[in-house]
């Protein structure tokens, strides 16, 4: 008689969960689409459980956790001396406040102030086409997805000369407090480089009230509203959180977006024969394979998902990657790459309600611009050997993606 072995229906920490975590979504929107983890916290996997759950109202801000193992571990993870990114940003923070800051750092960041970046993103990525044109083989993170995003959101900022190596590597520990779970090593380091963001933004404010500009800081400063303006601590929160937001979730776009197409070539063809479908194929690739995989929510209330009721308090992941190959919403064919899907565009990569990304006009820009002037300037890009994942549950993309173009 064979042993039962007790493996949680849900294990984001078992080995190859990150490489391909679709299979374990399909098995809880099939099993338990309402699904608590041994932690505690809760997960939902279909897709009009997701939306809802976006849309409700639900909290964002911690301190609205009930007593548990989720708040414990949130509390030894993110309670530091010093500045705090981790529930100081428009990211942490429910209405009123929530309201306030999203209303005045949205004021910089109009569809039309963005739509202006277009000639300025084409420059840059052609710029870096032509540092790889004729390279053979090159890995397109290092050359387009990772530097593109970079360089736009710290333009976009207008941010003096920083060390951008250093930030690279502190924006990447930082978002690993994105993830479920964390060990005390990670936690140290997560707190260390919080503290180090939050000073590189302060120094940046410092020297932008000195030297204004025609810039998104600039912006977010004087930005007023009835006499409301944001604090330095506020500020300091809203950039750091511009900075990651900004590039490392459009780091996953561009990466794991061409990783999809050249593994489906005959919508790379599609799309290489119309270069005009490039928007429409962003919507698609977001969709796919999200570039943010959760959103959280804190309930304030009793909350009912189907006939389960989720107690008040709980922390409750909403899986935007599920949501997105949920066959009972998309059809049969979810798990296909399809770049003329109608209906795209309601994917939930962005989220929904009243946090639905400030950013997504800027992200689908420079995802647009990056196929168009990819498929135009290296036609016969193709896989040259393996990609790697970089391990993390929630803003999980490619740390490599080796291709060739001749």
Not at 98 to 124: D, G, M, N
Not at 152 to 157: A, G, Q
Request: charge should be negative.
């Amino acid at each position: 008689m064979s042993e039962a072995v007790d493996t949680p229906l849900f294990d984001p920490f078992a080995p190859g969960f990150t490489d391909d975590p679709y299979p374990h979504y399909a098995r809880l929107r099939e099993q338990e689409p309402a699904h608590q983890h041994p932690l505690g916290f809760w997960i939902l996997t279909r897709y009009d459980d997701v939306a809802a759950l976006l849309k409700s109202g639900n909290s964002v801000d911690d301190d609205n956790l009930a007593e548990g193992p989720m708040r414990d571990l949130i509390r030894s993870t993110y309670q530091h001396d010093g500045p705090q990114l981790r529930g100081s940003s428009m990211l942490d923070r429910d209405p009123p406040d929530h309201t306030r800051l999203r209303r005045l750092v949205a004021k910089a960041f109009t569809v039309r102030a963005v739509e202006s970046l277009r000639p300025r993103i084409a420059a840059l990525v052609d710029a870096m086409l032509d540092d790889v044109e004729g390279a053979g083989t090159f890995d397109l993170i290092e050359a387009l997805a990772f530097p593109l995003p970079f360089a736009v959101i710290t333009e976009m900022l207008g941010m003096p000369d920083v060390d951008t190596v250093r930030l690279r590597e502190l924006t990447g520990t930082v978002v690993r407090s994105l993830e479920p779970v964390v060990d005390p090593d990670l936690m140290t380091r997560i707190q260390a480089a919080d503290a180090e963001l939050a000073e590189v933004a302060a120094e940046a404010i410092a020297w932008k009230r000195r030297n204004p500009g025609d810039d998104l800081l600039t912006a977010l400063i004087e930005a007023e509203e009835d006499g409301d303006q944001l604090t330095d601590e506020d500020l300091i929160a809203q950039v750091a959180l511009l900075y990651v937001a900004g590039h490392e979730t459009t780091v996953n776009l561009i990466g794991n977006g061409v990783h999809a197409l050249l593994r489906h070539p005959e919508q790379y063809a599609r799309l290489r024969e119309e270069p005009g479908l490039a928007a429409s194929a962003v919507e698609e690739m977001l969709r796919y394979d999200s570039p943010v995989q959760s959103s959280r929510r804190i309930t304030l209330a009793p909350y009912r998902v189907g006939d389960v009721e989720i107690p008040e308090g709980a922390f409750v992941n909403a899986s935007l990657a599920s949501a997105n190959r949920d066959a009972g919403y998309w059809g049969e064919d979810a798990d296909e790459l399809r770049l003329d899907r109608e209906g795209a565009r309601r994917h939930v990569s962005f989220g929904a309600g009243p946090h639905h990304c400030l950013g997504a006009a800027l992200a689908r820009l420079e995802g647009a611009v990056a196929l168009e002037r990819l498929m135009t300037r290296l036609p016969s890009l193709e896989l040259a050997g393996d990609v790697e994942w970089n391990g993390r549950i929630n803003l999980r993309g490619l740390t490599t993606l080796p291709v060739s173009s001749h």
